[in-house]
């Protein structure tokens, strides 16, 4: 079983039906029992940081999440917000404090008006892979997928990274580091590469 | 490098899928479901669906539609038509929709892009401005399905609701809509230049030149269709192939 941790933020339904698509087994929820018995755990997320953090206090997930994840190694997978909100830090809206799981902080888009960049970084980029995981199997080395964000992680620990992308600067798109996985970009929004990621989570044993 | 979009948009009213001309003479095209089924193989990269049913059943009928839509479609939806209320915006996400549109309730209800965008991101809140041009060349934002004329400048009022914290603008031509005869460059230029978020224009789109247009001259940062889309034997597939050809940053 796969929890989807439902903290009031974020697709949660896209994510539940791209799993299903691909034979997973998923709860949408934030019951700790439900998270304790699932052997898997998404973190989703679309808004603002420090609501995340916030939610994730008020339903009392922050000492959970890190008994299943951190200590029980449970495979983790973060998606957008719920990449970001691993990091120590956020800019976001004044400075937020994250759940401090990766060495690693939250920085925002900001380029001169010349350099003409939209922000919200919207849409499909490329990734380009630069190590091999089990979760990337059966991809290229540079793949397109879809992203929806003003704010990335910018990691000081360099095992971290393992996608890379650039938009008017090089960012970090996706990142694992043991049993934590976690992408910028949407895999539920991008089509059959991100569904052949989302199969391969299933079947990852780290 | 960030790719160009090319979004084929869906219209429904009360549960039906239909192609309007000018926003008006409405025909029916099909079952919406079947339709985003099939947008979602050709890989289009994005579906906005706006709904513009007058009435409550009608717009119960878009709830489901964007739940199932969400259970097919492994692709950005954005999804509008009559969204008055955060808590309107917040039933729609949990449905299935990735972004909202919302259009008469920006200029109608005080206060709610700004709270819109702070609840839920500003990625989530879409714009979207129907505008006409008129005789003499000037432009204007019209409201209530391109019903009510709203005396604002679409390029001012573009400006004003990214400062409000609006992710995105859909911006469509009234007066080119199913009519195939091209997208207004001028007035998508003008908006994109002015303002820092994403601009999709629509209305107007006849050939797959007018992508190209619309993404390399205009510099939207996406191109959305419908007609040609309905009504000529052209699909994303053909478009993407076209706009690859002539070296237009699209997703190959």
């Known amino acids: ?206 | 490098m960030l790719k160009k979009r090319i979004i084929p948009s869906l219209l429904l009213k009360d549960g039906r899928m239909v192609k309007s001309v000018q926003f008006g003479n409405y025909r029916d095209t099909g079952h919406p479901i079947t339709a985003a089924r099939i947008y979602d193989a050709q890989r289009a990269d994005e579906l906005v669906v706006l709904d513009i049913s007058a009435s409550k059943e009608g717009r119960k009928i878009l709830f489901d539609i964007a739940t199932q839509m969400a259970e097919e479609c492994f692709m950005p939806l954005c999804i509008g038509g009559g969204i008055r209320s955060i808590e309107d915006i917040q039933s729609l996400l949990r449905d299935g929709a990735d972004k909202i549109a919302i259009n008469t309730a920006a200029i109608e209800v005080e206060g709610l892009i700004k709270e819109a965008a702070e609840k839920f991101g500003c990625s989530t809140i879409v714009v979207s401005i129907d505008y006409i041009k008129h005789d003499d060349g000037s432009y204007e934002v019209f409201t209530h399905g391109g019903t009510k004329a709203t005396g604002k400048d679409p390029v001012i009022w573009a400006k004003e609701v990214a400062n409000k914290g609006a992710g995105e603008i859909f911006l469509m031509s009234i007066d080119r809509d199913g009519t195939m005869k091209g997208l207004d460059l001028e007035l998508t230029k003008s908006v994109v230049d002015a303002i820092n978020i994403p601009v999709i224009t629509a209305g107007g789109v006849g050939t797959l030149d007018d992508f190209r247009l619309g993404m390399e001259e205009a510099g939207a940062s996406a191109v959305s269709a419908a007609s040609i889309f309905h009504f000529t034997d052209q699909s994303p597939i053909k478009t993407r192939k076209y706009l690859v050809d002539r070296g237009v940053n699209v997703r190959a």
């Not at chain 1, 339903?59 to 029980?72: N, R, S, T, Y």
């Not at chain 1, 990335?152 to 996985?181: H, Q, W």
Request: aromatic share 10%; with cysteine; net charge neutral.
């Open chain 1, 1 to 206: 079983m796969i929890a989807i941790v439902d903290y009031g933020l974020g697709n949660l339904r896209s994510i539940a039906k791209a799993l299903e698509c691909v034979g997973g087994d998923t709860v949408v929820t934030n019951n700790h029992e439900e998270i304790q018995n699932a052997d898997r755990i998404i973190l989703p997320g679309v808004g603002a940081f420090g609501d995340g953090m916030q939610n994730l206090k008020k339903f009392k997930l922050i000492e959970l999440l890190k008994d299943e994840v951190l200590k029980k190694k449970k495979p983790f997978w973060g998606i957008c917000l719920g990449m970001q909100l691993l990091a120590k830090e956020s800019e976001e809206f004044g400075s937020h404090k994250g759940l401090n799981w990766i060495d690693a902080n939250v920085r925002k888009f900001n380029f001169p008006s010349e350099k003409k960049l939209k922000v919200p970084h919207m849409g499909w980029n490329t990734v380009n892979f630069v190590r091999n995981h089990p979760i990337t199997s059966g991809l290229k080395n540079q793949e397109d997928f879809y992203f929806v964000h003003s704010y990335y992680v910018n990691p000081n620990d360099l095992v971290l990274p393992l996608g890379t992308c650039d938009y008017g600067v090089p960012f970090t798109a996706c990142i694992s580091k043991e049993n934590i996985f976690a992408t910028q970009f949407h895999p539920e929004k991008s089509q059959q590469k991100g569904l052949k990621m989302l199969a391969n989570f299933i079947e990852w044993n780290p």
